[in-house]
């Protein structure tokens, strides 16, 4: 699986190689921990998994990790549930968060940004202020270390604010966005009895502003545990009955207080996107997301105190948690709240040059939104500051990498290209961004250190150029400490280990390449098994899509009762676009000379639009199961789609098939 051409599409130069922070953490650990000094990033990985505790150990001393008790060992427990990192050892995230106020202090440490698309900094003095009076009223107000803390909170210095001071009380935070309807809030909130709920009053949005008064009334009836509720005055309205107002809290010029809490204490919950029940709640830990984000931001990002951290990304996903930690490596980072597409579909560039973003990250689907719109972003902004591009949320197709590419190339740039893979359930990645390795078109560029990302055959061989289950064979300091409401662990386990024991198992189809990269097929258990060979529905979304007709699409494999096997491609036309016979001949002679003819679709059908998680992830369990005759009850979470009245096109269907 390896791509056909084997010349990269980008290589760094030398003096970039020379100057990437892996390149002194390598020289550093050769010389202080016995790291290979020689064979580039290849031995270092191979390094980072078979000294798993030294590496980690390694990366604490190079970034100064601050442990107010010392810890008895790396890693007290390596079985897969169950971990134990660093036991005895007592911290704080937030204090490391804000130790550039020590020494940089009037400079910006966020950079806020909405539809105006002036950027209005927050210094890191600022920050520490607002931080430390908002955790003097949270302790006040009875908060102690344990309590969780919400926020239903657009993308705002004020998430940022209420996150930092959560955590340096000891306290564990969890967000929604704004646009999450109440049920889909209360699903997630309701499972974690929080404390305190900080809201806004409304929100922007696509040059409209949208009232939220009547959902943060039936949270705050439907959250019984509440004992405060924090408004945020985004629209300029008065605080409700009874609720606190933000500025009171945030007014005093106090320090931050750092509750010092054990390594593997609550930071925040995370949920996954709940599409066919509850959603699980995911409980990730202060020094594991500490230690994790630093390795992941400071090594394979590269960032530091010179950059500035651009994520299109909400409150309601985990790439929000991941910029905030932007912070830990002294780096700016860039909040934009507001669409990704307005006034037009180029606005995220526009952000990212007023900002003078140095990393700039976004959904595959922009960039090739942007493709299809005929977006020119090197041409039409000065992006000349900008380094990289990172790209999550589905795989980024080769014409992506292309594209990308060919944009910057134009205007004499030189483009490192990092499409990443990871989930909510580490709030980091599995493989992506090397600073120091080339890219190749369609490829992941390498497993990140610390994590022995593996293809496995399903009696648990690994494989090479072909592809399997993606799995991680060592514990990371990041993965879950426990799911909410879940005792005996047995969901967790469920979840990631019942199928290779002690192993995690993530849930994708990938190929790790005789080159050491990696190629994300999607989903695993939305896998097209058409005659015994197995496709991911991520091959087919980027050879269709590929046609300027085709807006989006969605292919679905379902096993029928009678033994059969059926396979639609639903299609989203783009404006003006007929479904006529030529475009069906054309859609399915593109999957069969690009793919497979085992694969060419049983049906091509036409629908109004594809559904999405609130994330913007197309859902195909939640399809498959309307389509094999699950009642839309029972087939799909209501409140974690981003517009139900999609699915009733899917019932409605299977219906007529039945």
């Not at 009895?193 to 409209?208: A, K, Q, S, W």
């Not at 150029?465 to 799911?483: A, C, H, K, Q, Y």
Request: hydrophobic content about 40%; glycine content about 10%.
């Amino acid at each position: 699986m390896t791509s056909a051409n084997p010349s990269p599409l980008w290589q760094p130069d030398p003096d970039s190689v020379a100057r990437a922070r892996i390149t002194a953490f390598q020289a550093w650990a050769a010389e202080r921990h016995g790291a290979p000094a020689d064979g580039g990033y290849a031995a270092l990985h191979r390094w980072s998994v078979d000294r798993l505790e030294t590496f980690w150990e390694a990366v604490t001393e190079f970034f100064d990790v601050r442990f107010s008790t010392p810890y008895a060992r790396v890693l007290g427990d390596r079985s897969m549930p169950g971990a134990r990192w660093f036991p005895g050892a007592t911290l704080n995230y937030a204090e490391h968060a804000l130790r550039t106020a020590d020494t940089r202090p009037g400079e910006p440490a966020l950079l806020y940004v909405d539809e105006t698309h002036d950027p209005r900094p927050v210094t890191w003095s600022e920050l520490r202020r607002q931080v430390g009076s908002l955790a003097a009223g949270l302790r006040a107000l009875g908060v102690r270390p344990g309590d969780r803390v919400s926020g239903y909170l657009p993308n705002v210095p004020q998430a940022v604010v209420a996150l930092l001071a959560t955590a340096a009380v000891g306290a564990v935070w969890t967000s929604c966005a704004p646009d999450f309807g109440a049920r889909s809030v209360l699903d997630r909130f309701q499972q974690v009895e929080p404390v305190v709920l900080f809201t806004v009053d409304g929100y922007r949005y696509g040059g409209r502003e949208h009232d939220r008064r009547d959902v943060v009334a039936e949270l705050r009836r439907e959250l019984p545990t509440l004992r405060a509720v924090v408004h945020i005055p985004l629209l300029g309205t008065e605080a409700p009955g009874g609720a606190l107002d933000w500025s009171a809290l945030t007014s005093a010029d106090v320090d931050p207080v750092f509750e010092q809490v054990p390594f593997d204490h609550p930071l925040w919950v995370l949920y996954s996107s709940g599409t066919t029940g509850l959603p699980k709640a995911i409980v990730q830990s202060q020094g594991g997301i500490l230690v994790e984000h630093l390795k992941q931001l400071g090594l394979h990002c590269d960032l530091g105190p010179q950059d500035r951290f651009f994520w299109y990304t909400s409150t309601g996903w985990m790439m929000w948690n991941f910029l905030v930690s932007g912070l830990l490596t002294g780096t700016t980072i860039v909040l934009y709240d507001g669409s990704p597409g307005h006034p037009g579909t180029g606005a995220q560039w526009r952000v990212a040059e007023r900002t003078g973003a140095t990393f700039f990250g976004t959904s595959a689907a922009y960039v090739m939104a942007c493709r299809k719109a005929g977006v020119h972003p090197a041409r039409d902004h000065d992006l000349s500051r900008v380094r990289c591009v990172g790209t999550t949320g589905s795989p980024l197709p080769p014409d992506g990498f292309r594209w990308l590419h060919d944009e910057f190339a134009a205007s004499g740039a030189d483009l490192w290209i990092a499409s990443v893979s990871g989930g909510t359930d580490v709030c980091s990645c599995f493989a992506g961004a090397v600073p120091t390795l080339p890219v190749h078109i369609g490829e992941l560029q390498a497993p990140s250190l610390g994590t022995d990302l593996q293809a496995w055959d399903p009696d648990g061989e690994p494989l090479t150029d072909e592809v399997g289950e993606l799995v991680v064979t060592n514990p990371m300091p990041s993965m879950p400490i426990r799911f909410w409401n879940d005792p005996d662990g047995s969901r967790y386990h469920d979840s990631y280990f019942d199928t290779y024991p002690g192993v995690w198992r993530h849930g994708d189809w990938i190929t790790v390449t005789s080159r050491g990269s990696v190629v994300i097929h999607g989903r695993s258990d939305s896998t097209l098994n058409r005659q015994g060979v197995r496709m991911g529905s991520a091959d087919i979304y980027e050879a269709v899509e590929r046609l300027p007709e085709i807006r989006e699409s969605l292919v679905i494999g379902v096993e029928e009762p009678d033994g059969g096997y059926w396979m639609p491609l639903f299609v989203h036309l783009t404006p003006g676009t007929t479904l006529d016979e030529a475009l069906l001949d054309r859609i399915r002679r593109t999957i069969r000379e690009q793919l497979s003819p085992r694969h060419v679709p049983d049906e091509i059908i036409e629908v109004p639009g594809i559904p999405h998680t609130l994330t913007g992830k197309r859902i195909e369990i939640p399809v498959k199961r309307l389509l094999q005759g699950s009642p839309l009850e029972k087939a799909v979470n209501p409140g974690s789609i981003d517009d139900l009245d999609l699915l009733h096109f899917y019932e409605n269907l299977a219906r007529e098939r039945r």
